[in-house]
């Protein structure tokens, strides 16, 4: 509904250009003018908006949306440098993947201990605990961008995009835990129940992940 009200907009503005090239006289051309440019900087401002929020939401969802498309590229790309055997690439990737897990796991263990933001709670206590929430999101989005990037033979392509599937429930949870801090107290449970569930499933797929990875061992 918002991007149909930002087109809205902009159709406005474009009506009121068309009334800003018929009218007749300085004056009424002088005041149809002032009203289309003061429209047409309202649509590009809430367009920029609407932007913003966008790339916000996809941070990381546009490289993460085509997941099977960054996980077969990451496989198929293998610099000459990096022809060794395939006993030792593996290797290499599950000392790389076990370190991910364990970065991904504390994480988790973060937002499970979160505390929970009381109805009458302090503006400096709101603010402290929003900067705390952005740094936790910080961390999983930059942990599900290294699972996405990590180098993986592919053998493991499979394997691989478990855990790429894992850290990205993991990123959701920490995204939707920054959220929790800024909402309104009568929207904060549900918003609280989600980030909770979120990281349940990515601590459930990453145990699962974590004992398949220990039998290539």
């Known amino acids: 509904m918002d991007l149909i009200s930002v087109a809205i907009l902009w159709c406005i503005g474009l009506l009121a250009l068309i009334q800003t090239f018929n009218a007749r006289g300085a004056v009424r ?17 809430f367009s920029y908006i609407k932007y913003s929020d966008y790339k ?13 498309s960054a996980v077969t590229q990451s496989s198929a790309i293998a610099a000459p440098g990096r022809e060794a055997s ?44 929003e900067s705390k929430a952005l740094s936790i999101r910080n961390q999983t989005a930059r942990i599900n961008q290294q699972a996405v990037e990590l180098f993986h033979p592919r053998s493991v392509s499979d394997l691989h995009t478990q855990l ?3 850290t990205e429930n993991l990123r959701l949870s920490g ?12 929207l904060k449970e549900a918003q609280y129940e989600q980030y909770s569930s979120q990281a349940k499933l990515a601590e459930k797929a990453l145990n699962a992940y974590a004992e398949k990875l220990r039998k290539l061992e």
């Not at 002032?34 to 649509?43: P, Q």
């Not at 006993?87 to 937002?111: F, H, M, P, R």
């Not at 995204?175 to 009568?186: E, G, I």
């Open 29 to 45: 051309a002088s005041l149809s003018g002032i009203v289309t440019v003061l429209i047409l900087i309202a649509a590009a401002f």
């Open 56 to 68: 916000e939401l996809v941070v990381p969802g546009s490289e993460h949306g085509t997941l099977a």
């Open 86 to 129: 395939k006993e030792n690439t593996v290797e290499n990737y599950t000392a790389a993947a076990e370190e991910l897990v364990a970065d991904a796991l504390d994480n988790i263990k973060a937002i499970d201990t979160f505390e929970k933001i009381p109805d009458d709670a302090s503006e400096s206590a709101r603010e402290t605990a």
């Open 164 to 166: 790429v599937r894992a």
């Open 175 to 186: 995204y939707s835990l920054h959220a929790y801090t800024t909402l309104s107290d009568s």
